[in-house]
C-alpha cells in the first residue's frame, strides 16, 4: 500500500478530539485561557489557604462559581476537583455537539485521571473529629475525597453507562486518561469518551509536602516569576489546580453524524522509568520508550513533528532531562511550548489540560510562550517560544506527560484539514 493510502486508513479508522472543556487558573472557559495561555504572563498569587505556609502562593482557579456551574443540590456532595471535572465535563460534550438526551449511554465512557483526590475533605474532617468526636465527620467524606468521584460524577450528570475508571498515574494521570479513552475507541468497546484530568490540592498540608521535598519554588518575593520551564535559574514548581476534558470518537462516527473534529488523536504511547519514587530517569529512558511508542502508532518519523508541549515543570531535574530527550530524539528542532510557566503544575489535570492546548495550537496555527523564560542553560538546546506568541504552521505535535513514580505518557495529535470532511488529516484524502 502506497503512503498516501496508509493515511487515508487512518483518517477513516483513526481517534478525533471533538470537544474540549477547561478550568484553569488562566480561565474557566476554552477562549479565555487559550488567550492567557498565549499572553505568556504568569497567573500565580499569593493565596489567603496558604498564608504562614513556607510557600504561600500557588495557581487558584478565579473567577468560576463552581457551585452555580455544577446546578442543582449535587454540588454539595462533591469535592472541588469534581465539580472541575463536572463543568470541563459539560463543556466538552457541548462543544462536540453531542447531548447524553440524545446518546446510547451504554456506548459511552468516562476516565478521568486523578493524581490525589479530595484532600480538602480529608483535613476538614480530620478538624472536626478533633474538635467533636465520630459524630461530627461527614458521611459523604469516603464519596468527597476518592479519586474515582470525579470520573463517578461525571458519568452520573451524562447518563454514560460505558466504562468509567479513574486512572492515577500522579503527574501523567489526564494524559493516563486520554490514552486510555484511545483504547476504548479503537477496541469497540466505546463510541464516544469523555477523558480527561482534574486536581485541586491547593492546601497547607499539601503544599508543606511539596515545599519539604524541595519540589516548590521558593520565589515567595515574586509569585509571577517562580514557575520558569527551562530556565537557567528554575528552582521548582507552582502548585495550581483545575480541569481538562476532552471528547474523544472514532472519526468515521464524527463523519456519519456531520460532526466537527478539532484534531486527530494519532497515536499514545507509555513508558516507565522504574527509577525512583520522584527523581525522573535522568537518561529519560522511559520518557523516551513513551515518545517512541506514541510515534509509532500514529506511524511518524520523528522528524515529522513540528511542535512540542514539553511537560516542563520549572523544577532541576525534569526540565534537564525533558531537554536532554527532546535534543536526543528531535534534533531537527520542533518548536516547544511549556504551560506551566503561565498555569503552575496542576498535577492530575495537567496532562489533558495541555492536550487541550495542542489541539488549540493545531488549530490556531499559533505556539504559545513559554512564561519567564529568558535565556537557555549551556546544553540546552532547544527552540522554545519566548516573549510572544509564534505564529507557525504545525501538522504534527507531542504533548509530553511524566508523573512520579517513573509514569510517562506521550500523546500525538495530527490537524485536521479546516476545509475537508470530517476526520480528515490535512493534505490526506478522506477514505471513503
Known sequence: MTEEGRNMGRADTGVAVTGLGLVTPAGADEHTFWAGLCAGVSVARRCHELAGMPVDFGCPVDGADLDEAVGGRSAWRM????????????????????????????????????GVGGVSALVDNLRRLDGGGPDAVSPLLVPMMMPNAAAGEVAIALRAHGPSLAPASACASGATAIAVARDLLTSGRCDVVVAGGAESVLTPLVASAFAGMGALSRRTGDPAGASRPFAADRDGFVLGEGAGV????????????????????????????????????????????????????????????????????????NDAMESALIQRLFPHRPSVTAPKGVLGHTLGAAGAIEAAATVLTLEHSLVPPVANLDSLPDGFDLDCVVKEPRAQHVERALSHSFGFGGHNVALAFQRVAPDGPPGTASGVLAAG
Open 246 to 317: 476532552l471528547v474523544l470518537e472514532r472519526t468515521r462516527d464524527v463523519h456519519a453524524r456531520a460532526g466537527r473534529p478539532r484534531a486527530l488523536l494519532a497515536g499514545a504511547g507509555s513508558g516507565t522509568d522504574a527509577h525512583h519514587p520522584t527523581s525522573p530517569d535522568p537518561a529519560g529512558a522511559g520518557a523516551g520508550r513513551a515518545v517512541e511508542a506514541a510515534l509509532g502508532e500514529a506511524g511518524w518519523a520523528a522528524h515529522e513533528v513540528d511542535h512540542i508541549n514539553a511537560h516542563g515543570t520549572s523544577t532541576p531535574l
Open 79 to 114: 469535592a472541588r476537583f469534581a465539580k472541575m471535572a463536572l463543568v470541563a465535563a459539560r463543556h466538552a460534550v457541548a462543544d462536540a455537539g453531542l447531548s447524553p438526551k440524545r446518546w446510547d449511554g451504554d456506548r459511552v465512557g468516562v476516565v478521568i485521571g486523578v
